[in-house]
Nanobody, 126 residues
């Protein structure tokens, strides 16, 4: 069974930094895209950043230049380094994995649907 588990959230002052981590586990052979989404109270979930297995990354305009996404393909992990945090970055941050291939009982299985973590709270406040 595939699981995505986030860690690293918390309370930080404006201008501070946090690093989020997400570990994907299960019978995973490969993951094409891993990313981070966030959802603030009363708002829709939005893409923060995503990165392909080849290292191509994209960011939302609101975090460009402040956040950096990276991943370790061998460990099926993705990270989000968040610098110069602002109160408007406050949200629950969710790890996402898309284009996953599972290897189980000698067979490869490509999953058409995304996988999500349970979320980690990031609060930016003085």
């Amino acid at each position: 069974q595939v699981q995505l588990v986030e860690s690293g959230g918390g309370l930080v002052q404006p201008g501070g930094s946090l690093r989020l981590s997400c570990a994907a586990s299960g019978n995973i052979f490969s993951i094409y895209v891993m990313g981070w989404y966030r959802q603030a109270p009363g708002k829709q979930r939005e893409l923060v950043a995503a990165i392909t297995s080849g290292g191509s990354a994209n960011y939302s305009d609101s975090v460009k230049g402040r956040f950096t996404i990276s991943r370790d393909n061998a460990k099926n992990m993705v990270y989000l380094q968040m610098n110069r945090l602002k109160p408007e970055d406050t949200a629950v941050y969710y790890c996402n994995a898309e284009g996953m291939t599972i290897f189980y009982s000698g067979f490869y299985s490509e999953k058409e649907y995304p996988f999500w973590g349970q979320g980690t709270q990031v609060t930016v406040s003085s």
